[in-house]
């Protein structure tokens, strides 16, 4: 019995493995952002501010990151899946993922940065990502079971 439940534990680490991968590839693109974000005369971020706007993007990128890379896994567990069964439900999944993947990869601020050579001005909160990287990951950890 140990033998068959020993596959299952190490299949189930790559949820952590994605999230430290996506986090730590994240993490780089974040430290090599350089935008300038308006400050007062000295230089420093405006006050009142414990975060300026380029932390909140340097977040942004690092959880982006992690929610574009637990996508692309779950697509790759999804795509096995269906080339074993077949099934339509799988292939609707599938398009669901692809669908979201598309829609994390348009809202990717580094694309905006590099295409309009600006970040857009749309508001921005860390707790959505945060949910997202939750649901991605209680997805794939349930879709490895």
Avoid: C, W
Wanted: aromatic share 14%; proline share 6%.
């Amino acid at each position: 019995m140990s033998d068959s439940k020993q596959p299952r534990r190490s299949i189930k680490l790559i949820v952590p493995i994605v999230i430290l991968a996506g986090g730590f590839v994240g993490l780089l693109a974040a430290l090599n952002l350089q935008i300038e974000f308006p400050t007062n005369n000295i230089g420093f971020p405006i006050p009142g501010q414990m975060f300026g706007p380029y932390e909140y993007l340097q977040y942004h990128v690092v959880l982006s990151t992690i929610g574009l890379a637990l996508l692309f896994t779950l697509i790759v567990v999804y795509s096995n899946t269906y080339v074993k069964t077949r099934g339509n439900f799988v292939l609707g999944i599938l398009v669901v993922l692809f669908a979201l993947l598309l829609q994390g990869i348009l809202e990717y601020p580094l694309l905006h940065l590099f295409l309009n050579g600006a970040v857009t001005g749309s508001f921005y909160s860390p707790v959505s990502d945060v949910f997202t990287i939750v649901a991605y990951s209680v997805f794939l950890y349930l879709s490895l079971e």
